[in-house]
């Protein structure tokens, strides 16, 4: 059960608190644990399709997942040296606290107290997000205004239940919250009727929309209510792991503007554009301040391409969600994708 | 020997003594121990500190007095999104204890209903109790309560459908929605009268049981009624009380009382699941009573109902109490299967919710514990009290 995998995670937490054994040393080098190891740990979702979910063979894939690989590819040179573990909300963060991860890279929103009083730091945006509300296409509704009185779905522990909490007390209205720990439970409850409206990140409520056994009966309703920046996040206190988390992100984003791909990568090695030169290692030593090998990003793009290829794969159009580009096109494209450059 | 080296002879003489005398012995080394376990409590307590300091994890319990801000689904203590931490504890506290009391007074009914069925000399109930314990005590407590979640209570209509009880209520997947006393002012009025009447029925109560041997007085049972119900029935009409009854608005039934179906579903499923071990220990009380004090009853012209009530059943409390303790303890503890099917008790609130939103492990796990264990204790403590007074009132 993962109430109880939750509960053991916590425990084991506190008991590394309690003796003394600080659980993970902040000093050192989480690069050097991960050589070691010979593979890298990421904390991921427990299902959520386009982000981060096992298919029918166990593969994991995912936009989250791609990251993870991408990271691994960096370190490795071999985009399949992770293993990946499963957390609901709940469990996300002591994972990470206690070195149970080496990254947390799971649909999780970047917001401030998590970035300042978790002993975690957020290192970029990977997807930029808002929550929204899905109900039943025969309730009629217009805008989320109109659910005054309802029962509404919510997953606890994430930053959606806040929101909702925030939405209905500004506007004055009155609502039933239905709060589960576990997505299935939420989903389930929903689908049972056990809910009218079922909250959570836009992205997430389009994919969960997919499993339902009637899709077309439900709606998402136009409202954004929030602002959920999805990144990736590290343990604070080693800055050159959260330089290489933070720079695959760069490198993935930069590799879209400069239109270096996962089959073009090899060939642009030798282009003659400064920018990808200096993304490929062809020329400087940018990988040696990172602590790793100067064709950092190319092992990155063989793995899993740039970002916008890692985009179309998982939740665009070569996916079954079909979501647009929208807020996470490159800001050359009107989006929000911006990378600081590589020199 | 002179006197001052005689005085010193004297006092080493006592030491030594005292190092060989058992009992002074045992109790240098409990002070010892005693001074380990403080030493290395505030060793822990620093080292935790320490620890989380240096990862850079909050740590304290200021974050209690700040705004939780979400909102929880059953509140008996006034509660809103913009309430502290704190508030948010005492909800999921208040949340634990209504549904292990309604549960204990369940299970305590149905288990002994069961528990005498099984003794009964009638084939079919004693197979039926019998029957009944086998199935629930061997299923799972966590199956238990997500059939009757997701079974049960789930499978009942959608508020437009919903199923209309007798007196205005309903029932559907939303819960069961009752109609509400309404009344403008001058609750507190209502609730002082309600509980003087239920003293002055408790009295009369009493006093009847001074005669117990006569058989019960229809009269005197409609009266204790009276005594609570004409009091209460006058202030309400005094009071102009209304009654609002549920009225399905556009997607739930509002106005009413509504109990949600994850209370429906705990409390069912504590109740009929710890119902199982108390009939158990009640079987078991009955038949730990000497055979002899049923046939001296018997002798005497007790009815067997007589008989079981006034010969049998006080002295099998006393064999029944302190297990029958330790099932509402289970019980209390059960209740934190909550989390599994959306209750908001205490584990879910407090150590679901708020830990995860503040980050605060330590702390909130800290008072978590800190309240099962007091639960436990009051518990206990009380069942101690009600065993000591059943023992004496036997003699
Ligand atoms: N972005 C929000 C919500 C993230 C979140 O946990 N979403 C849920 C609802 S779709 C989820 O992915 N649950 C999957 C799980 O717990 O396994 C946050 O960081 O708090």
């Known amino acids: 059960m993962r109430a109880t995998s939750s509960f053991l995670c916590t425990l084991s937490f506190l008991s590394a608190l309690l003796l003394g054994a600080s659980p993970v040393v902040a000093q050192s080098s989480t690069l050097e644990a991960v050589k070691k190891r010979g593979q890298l740990v990421c904390g991921v979702n427990t299902g959520l399709a386009g982000f981060g979910a096992p298919d029918d063979k166990g593969n994991w894939t995912g936009l989250d997942i791609d990251f993870c690989r991408a990271v691994a590819a960096a370190i490795f040179g071999d985009g399949t040296r992770v293993r990946f573990v499963p957390l609901n909300a709940k469990e996300r963060f002591t994972a990470l606290q206690t070195g149970e991860v080496d990254i947390l890279s799971r649909n999780t929103t970047w917001t401030m107290s998590r970035d300042t009083s978790l002993g975690l730091n957020f290192v970029g945006i990977l997807y930029f997000d808002g929550q929204a509300f899905m109900v039943r296409k025969s309730l009629g509704l217009k805008s989320a205004d109109e659910l005054k009185g309802a029962s509404i779905c919510v997953q606890s522990g994430t930053t959606n239940e806040l929101n909702l909490a925030d939405f209905f007390a500004t506007r004055g209205l009155t609502y039933r919250p239905v709060v589960y720990e576990r997505l299935v439970e939420v989903l389930g409850a929903y689908a049972n009727g056990r809910c009218d409206a079922f909250t959570t990140d836009s992205s997430q409520l389009i994919a969960e929309r997919t499993r339902l056994t009637d899709p077309e009966e439900h709606v998402m309703l136009p409202d954004l209510v929030s602002k959920e920046p999805l990144g990736p996040a590290v343990r604070q206190g080693d800055a050159q792991w959260s330089n290489i988390v933070r720079w695959t992100l760069f490198a993935i984003i930069n590799a879209e503007e400069l239109g270096v791909t996962q089959s073009n990568v090899e060939a642009q090695r030798s282009s003659s554009n400064p920018e990808i030169r200096r993304l490929l290692g062809t020329e400087g030593e940018y990988g040696k301040g990172l602590g790793l090998a100067d064709d950092w990003a190319v092992s990155i793009l063989s793995a899993v391409g740039n970002y916008g290829e890692s985009f179309e794969r998982n939740l665009g159009q070569g996916s079954p969600l079909k979501i647009a580009r929208g807020r996470n096109a490159l800001w050359k494209d009107g989006g929000l994708m911006y990378a600081p450059p590589v020199r | ?395």
Request: proline share 5%; hydrophobic share 55%.
């Open chain 2, 1 to 395: 020997m002179t006197g001052e080296g005689g005085k010193r002879w004297l006092a080493r003489k006592t030491w030594i003594d005292a190092a060989y005398d058992p009992k002074m012995r045992a109790l240098a080394f409990q002070a010892l121990l005693a001074l380990v376990l403080v030493f290395l409590f505030v060793e822990v307590v620093r080292n935790t500190a320490a620890n989380l300091e240096k990862q850079n994890i909050a740590s304290g319990f200021d974050f209690l007095a700040r705004t939780a801000g979400f909102d929880i689904s059953q509140t008996l203590v006034p509660y809103t999104s913009k309430s502290t931490y704190a508030r948010a504890f005492f909800v999921g506290l208040s949340n634990t204890l209504l549904v292990a009391v309604l549960g204990i007074a369940l299970a305590t009914v149905l288990g002994f209903a069961l528990g005498i069925a099984r003794g009964s000399p009638n084939w079919l109930a004693s197979r039926l109790a019998l029957a009944y314990v086998e199935v629930v005590r061997n299923v799972p407590l966590l199956l238990q309560l997500l059939v009757w979640y997701v079974a049960v209570l789930r499978a009942l209509p959608m508020p437009q459908g919903a199923l209309a009880l007798p007196g205005g209520a309903f029932l559907d997947t939303r819960g069961l929605h009752l109609p509400r006393l309404v009344v403008e002012n001058g609750g507190g009025l209502v609730a002082a009268v309600i509980g003087l009447s239920l003293i002055g029925a408790a009295w009369l109560w009493r006093r009847r049981r001074a005669r117990a041997d006569e058989p019960a007085d229809p009269v005197d049972v409609v009266g204790r009624g009276l005594v609570v119900l004409l009091p209460v029935l006058a202030v309400l009409l005094a009071l102009k009380a209304t009654l609002a009854t549920p009225q399905l608005g556009r997607f739930n039934y509002e106005d009413g009382l509504s109990i949600e179906p994850e209370f429906l579903a705990l409390l069912i499923g504590l109740s009929t699941y710890t119902a199982a071990f108390i009939a158990e220990i009640v079987r078991a009380g009955l038949d730990g009573v000497p055979k002899g004090q049923r046939e001296a009853a018997a002798a005497l012209g007790l009815s067997r109902r007589q008989a079981l009530r006034f010969v049998i059943l006080p002295q099998a409390l006393r064999i029944i109490i302190p297990p029958l303790t330790n099932q509402y303890l289970n019980l209390t503890k059960n209740s934190s299967l909550a989390v599994a099917i959306g209750y908001p008790d205490l584990v879910s609130v407090f150590s679901g919710t708020v830990l995860n939103q503040t980050g605060q492990a330590v702390e909130v796990i800290l008072i978590t514990m800190a309240v099962y264990l007091a639960i436990s204790l009051a518990t206990a403590l009380l069942m101690n009290w009600f065993n000591v007074r059943t023992a004496w009132a036997e003699r």
